[in-house]
């Protein structure tokens, strides 16, 4: 059995804080889904967990969406931080803090932070210099610079903008003096950061050339919606600093640790701030490390990178309004890969609705029959050693599918924990496929009531082992069929054979088929 941890703090998992500039994406939806399914996983395990998820409200890109629309910034986040919460309760999330980058709480974090850094040496000022976009406002690499030699000025080549050669003052982080600790830290912990292949990606970057210090500050002239820097006006706090220690304002930062450290969830687009910048950050500052970085891929459209332009932007209320949020919440983690973009198809999430109902809540159905008696069935065969099938085949059979049953949550254990959702479905699906087979095969219809029983018991049995097991990826789905079958412990300290003998009481109605009432929520 695996062993509760011992330690006072909970789990402590994290989703990237989002940009609360446009409504939320399939990609939000999914980096909460992931972290939702394994602090569910957690808690059904007895342990205790914390699940954080928020948005990133500070910095130019809200600052100039909330100017588009003519809005002050605060109004404007206050706004699109509901539809993000919305999103989260639409889909059955449950995150224990949804926080956000204004929360009064954390902007005294990311204030006590930075004192921490400069008390600690890592903070200097200097002066930026480079080519500077006023109306894309952002600095262009030389590289990205042509000069017009009609009229002798600069352009950028990515937006065509024009640029001009600008020095600001800035204050910079000495990122440069860890790199070394962070080549070491990598090494040292092979698991740091999953994928592995991310892992060997990183390292093979941090060792191709020297760090360079990191600007972690924008003039408040430019920057205006943001933290002010501790005893400086005029200068804000660069937008990912103030982002990043969002991990560390749930635990109570600076003072008390509650949660600290965690496990982190994000995209593969934003590995350098997580992997590079906040573990220097944070051994700066004093901190103890993030216990694991899992890095995802992004989703995918037919096959196509979504995009505005492409029109091919999955809208994940609209998706979950129509196929219902169980069969949403199946399909990604059944179709989720770490190591690779996933294909987001509205038939593929046609077809994965169409197999709960076939294949999971068959094996329910079936033993649901009105000739059968599972509350009989579950109070006559508690003693596994009892079950002896006349039929050598069956009892071949019958011995597998106990034995399966029986291992099914080691195995959907290691893939979770994991992070590998597509791996423990698996697992789920093939027991559900072997326990048809069995009630299917052994024709319980035709046999005894003695051997009827018995073969309704592990039926049932592993429609409750199973519905136990997916409740954190199908929370409600889950809960339905467990209800129907009179199923109250919901933990995975019954999840032997036979450990749960107080069900099934009234699940046999006559002209009650459960199918009818699950076909209809799912397809809602
Ligand atoms: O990056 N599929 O916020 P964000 C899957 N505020 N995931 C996707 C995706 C897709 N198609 N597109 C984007 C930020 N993502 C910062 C984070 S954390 C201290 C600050 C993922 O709203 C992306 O990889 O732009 C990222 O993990 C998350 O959505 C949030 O992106």
């Not at 700066?284 to 970085?293: D, F, K, W």
């Not at 009105?370 to 011995?399: G, P, T």
Request: hydrophobic share 35%; glycine share 6%.
């Amino acid at each position: 059995l695996i062993r509760r941890s011992l330690s006072s703090k909970p789990f402590y998992i994290t989703t990237p804080i989002f940009y609360p500039n446009a409504a939320p994406h399939l990609g939000h939806l999914y980096s909460m889904l992931l972290c939702d399914v394994r602090n569910r996983w957690e808690l059904l395990k007895g342990n205790s967990s914390f699940f954080t998820t928020g948005t990133d409200e500070h910095g130019l890109k809200i600052q100039t969406a909330a100017e588009k629309q003519g809005v002050d910034p605060k109004e404007f986040v206050d706004q699109l931080a509901l539809v993000f919460k919305d999103l989260a309760s639409k889909t059955d999330i449950k995150f224990d803090r949804f926080i956000r980058t204004t929360d009064a709480d954390h902007v005294k974090a990311v204030e006590h932070f930075w004192n921490k850094l400069q008390e600690n040496g890592y903070i200097y000022q200097g002066k930026h210099s480079g080519w500077y976009s006023i109306s894309d406002e952002t600095f262009y690499p030389k590289t990205q610079i042509l000069k017009n030699e009609e009229n002798g000025r600069h352009y950028s080549i990515e937006s065509g903008s024009e640029v001009v050669y600008t020095t600001e003052k800035n204050y910079f982080f000495k990122l440069s003096f860890f790199q070394q600790a962070l080549i070491q830290l990598i090494e040292s912990n092979p698991k740091f950061i999953i994928p592995e292949q991310r892992q060997t990606d990183l390292l093979r970057e941090l060792k191709s050339g020297p760090l360079q210090d990191l600007s972690i500050s924008r003039p408040s002239t430019r920057l205006k919606w943001g933290i002010t820097v501790p005893n400086d006006d005029s200068q804000k706090i660069y937008v990912w600093v103030d982002a990043l220690v969002n991990y560390l304002t749930s635990g109570g930062y600076p003072n008390v640790n509650k949660l600290w450290p965690g496990t982190h969830l994000i995209g593969k687009d934003i590995i350098r701030f997580h992997c590079i910048y906040w573990p220097a950050l944070l051994l700066a500052a004093g901190e103890s490390l993030p216990t694991q970085v899992v890095v995802h891929g992004h989703w995918l459209a037919n096959g196509f990178k979504m995009s505005k332009s492409r029109g091919n932007v999955v809208d994940p209320l609209l998706i979950n309004d129509y196929y219902g949020t169980d069969s949403l919440r199946f399909f990604l983690c059944e179709n989720s890969v770490l190591n690779g973009d996933c294909n987001f198809s509205e038939e593929a999430l046609f077809r994965t609705r169409e197999q709960l109902i076939d294949k999971y809540s068959n094996l329910i159905m079936r033993c649901c029959g009105k000739k059968f008696n599972i509350e009989r069935a579950v109070s006559r065969y508690n003693h596994l050693s009892d079950l002896k099938f006349q039929d050598d085949n069956l009892q071949l059979q019958y011995e597998n599918l106990v034995h399966s049953a029986n291992s099914i949550y080691r195995k959907m254990d290691s893939k979770i924990t994991q992070m590998n959702f597509a791996g423990a479905i698996q697992e789920f699906w093939t027991l559900i496929i072997q326990a048809n087979q069995f009630v299917q095969t052994s024709e319980p219809w035709k046999k005894s009531q003695d051997e009827q029983d018995k073969i309704i018991f592990i039926g049932s049995e592993v429609a409750r082992i199973c519905s136990i097991l997916i409740h954190p990826v199908i929370p409600e789905l889950s809960l339905l069929i467990l209800k129907r079958l009179n199923i109250s412990k919901v933990s995975t300290d019954y999840l032997e054979i036979g450990a749960d003998l107080s069900y099934g009481k009234g699940v046999n109605r006559p002209g009650d088929h459960p199918i009818q009432k699950l076909k209809f929520r799912l397809a809602k």
